[in-house]
């Protein structure tokens, strides 16, 4: 079992950044795939990123390559987003989420966090 926790989240002009963390209890963090999602209002839970557990290996959807991190700390049990050049439509619950393999399918993550709200005001 494991339980994810979210922090970081808030209200940020256009532009600006946010570092988005989720702390994980459990003693195998490293050997979870860690994924981060989001839910607009009224839209339905979209991948942002994940990162694998073993190598480390990282992939992005289309809208924030190039301007999201992932990152993870296996001694600290957490994983982290850098968010860069914050747009409004990056407006969301973000949740980040554990699993077996990293992937884009919200299916194959068994372990949610609670979500963090990061609103972007233009």
């Known amino acids: 079992q494991v339980q994810l926790v979210e922090s970081g989240g808030g209200l940020v002009q256009a532009g600006g950044s946010l570092r988005l963390s989720c702390a994980a209890s459990g003693r195998t963090f490293s050997t979870y795939a860690m994924g981060w999602f989001r839910q607009a209002p009224g839209k339905e839970r979209e991948f942002v990123a994940y990162?694998?557990?073993?190598?480390?290996?990282?992939a992005y959807s289309d809208s924030v390559k190039g301007r999201f991190t992932i990152s993870r700390d296996n001694a600290k049990n957490t994983v982290s987003l850098q968010m860069n050049s914050l747009k409004p439509e990056d407006t969301a619950v973000y949740y980040c989420?554990?699993?077996?393999?990293?992937?884009?399918?919200?299916?194959?993550?068994?372990?949610w966090g609670q979500g963090t709200q990061v609103t972007v005001s233009s």
């Open positions: 990162i694998t557990g073993s190598s480390g290996s990282t």
């Open positions: 989420a554990a699993g077996w393999v990293g992937a884009r399918l919200q299916k194959e993550y068994h372990y």
